[in-house]
């Protein structure tokens, strides 16, 4: 079977590519893994809306039937969120689920792999994966790190989820030669928080600079991803000592009850909805929407 056969794309994204228009890709872990039902579809179909008013064209990616989907109609995107048993997808599995056909979503590594593939540059999520806090005796490292160390897509997200070791994750993607730059402002983001303590590698601030600097990269042969971190709006944001607290409950929350790999993100997320009495989950739709607006902005000045 050839490529052309495994990567499917949807109408809409197929005449975006067929005319040379802006696309934005987005993933899916954070709707099946991420986010409560209903408000993972909303915000899915919402960023996707965003993208759009924009004026570049979402490409919404995940597995299903064995297929690399690149674009999912709205239908598709509700009956992946409601379907029991969907792969969280890296780079180790995403081969896996379209050789079984196991439904899938994509973690950010998983997205981009499929982006490049389909021929995208642009990618907004959330926050991505990371050095774990106590990654010195679990090795537990993100496979993120690693795919934007080698696929050259760039990635809008709102800085490394504060429930990671975010001094450890900045060593790591700059061992690995990862451009970390922050939009609007000299100190790194850390999701849910506008400030982490650590001033971010670079710094840029129109979207136009942002494509520039992607554009250099490509010119020059540059291997690997960029990391744009979009500081979540002010109005929405947890200050970083409220979240410290809730942080530290959830992760002994969970190495009390032995959640371990990759159960480890979705559990602290899901216990810091709870431990917020559900603030954490309105910033994060927040911040994921002024990632989408940020990455249409790029593509569209990246054209
Ligand atoms: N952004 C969010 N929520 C999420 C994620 C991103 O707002 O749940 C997902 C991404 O798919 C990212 C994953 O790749 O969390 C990180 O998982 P891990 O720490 O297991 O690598
Ligand atoms: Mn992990």
Not at 11 to 31: F, H, N, S
Not at 70 to 85: F, I, P, Y
Not at 259 to 269: H, I
Request: with cysteine.
């Amino acid at each position: 079977m050839s490529l052309d056969q495994t990567l499917l794309f949807s109408d809409e994204v197929r005449a975006a590519k067929a005319e040379g228009r802006p696309i934005v890709a987005l993933e899916t872990t954070i709707v099946t893994h991420g986010m409560p039902y209903p408000e993972n579809v909303e915000t899915a179909l919402a960023v996707e809306r965003i993208v759009r008013a924009a004026g570049a064209v979402p490409a919404t990616i995940a597995i299903l039937d064995g297929k690399i989907r690149v674009g999912l109609t709205a239908e598709e995107l509700k009956h992946l969120a409601g379907l029991q048993n969907v792969m969280k997808l890296s780079r180790a599995d995403l081969a896996f689920a379209l050789a079984t056909g196991r439904p899938g979503a994509t973690t950010v590594a998983a997205t981009m792999i499929a982006a490049h593939l389909a021929g995208i540059r642009i990618f907004a999520t959330g926050g991505i994966g990371g050095v774990h806090r106590g990654a010195e005796t679990s090795f537990d490292v993100s496979a993120d790190l690693h795919e934007l160390a080698q696929t050259p897509v760039a990635v809008v997200c709102a800085g490394a989820k504060a429930l990671l070791d975010i001094p450890k994750t900045l060593e790591v993607l700059e061992t690995l030669g990862v451009p970390v730059v922050t939009a609007g402002q000299d100190e790194l983001p850390a999701f849910w928080s506008r400030q982490s303590g650590l001033p971010s590698p670079l710094r840029l601030d129109a979207p136009a600079e942002i494509a520039g600097f992607i554009a250099k990269r490509e010119e020059i042969g540059m291997s690997g991803g960029v990391l744009i971190a979009n500081p979540v709006p002010a109005e929405n944001e947890i200050p970083a000592d409220v979240m410290r607290e809730h942080i530290e409950t959830a992760i002994a929350d969970a190495e009390r009850q032995g959640v371990r790999a990759k159960s480890v993100t979705p559990f602290v997320l899901g216990r810091l909805l709870e431990l917020t009495a559900g603030k954490s989950l309105v910033t994060n739709i927040a911040l994921v929407k002024n990632n989408a607006r940020l990455a249409a902005e790029i593509a569209v000045a990246l054209r």
